[in-house]
């Protein structure tokens, strides 16, 4: 069964960190990997992606400086970063699997997980 499973979200203050992990059943090595965020009410939104050797790392602005993706392909896993935080990076964030260069863009990516909440707030 083909399954991308993230944790680490939780409750944290803001200017606090989170470290977001997204694990998969099956190989990662040949995949794009994605995070997103939606936020209550919103779209879901691009927030990292990395590309399948690593070189390519994309960041949207708002995240830019304090937000750092990486993977383990020897462990199926993705990583996010999260410092600084904001009550307005609160959401459910989710990784997703694409092409070997995906980008932000939610319609190129095929597969997801379901999520882990992420609550900034003192």
């Known amino acids: 069964q083909l399954q991308l499973v993230e944790s680490g979200g939780g409750l944290v203050q803001p200017g606090g960190s989170l470290r977001l992990s997204c694990v998969a059943s099956?190989?990662?090595?040949?995949?794009?990997i994605g995070w997103f965020r939606q936020a209550p009410g919103k779209e879901r939104e691009g927030i990292s992606s990395?590309?399948?050797?690593?070189?390519?790392?994309t960041y949207t602005e708002s995240v830019k400086g304090r937000f750092s993706i990486s993977r383990d392909n020897a462990k199926d896993t993705v990583y996010l970063q999260m410092n600084s935080l904001k009550p307005e990076d609160t959401g459910v964030y989710y990784c997703?699997?694409?092409?070997?260069?995906?980008?932000?863009?939610?319609?190129?990516?095929?597969?997801w997980g379901q999520g882990t909440q992420v609550t900034v707030s003192s």
């Open positions: 997703a699997v694409g092409p070997p260069e995906a980008g932000l863009e939610t319609n190129e990516y095929d597969f």
């Open positions: 099956f190989s990662l090595e040949n995949y794009g």
């Open positions: 990395i590309s399948s050797n690593s070189y390519r790392r």
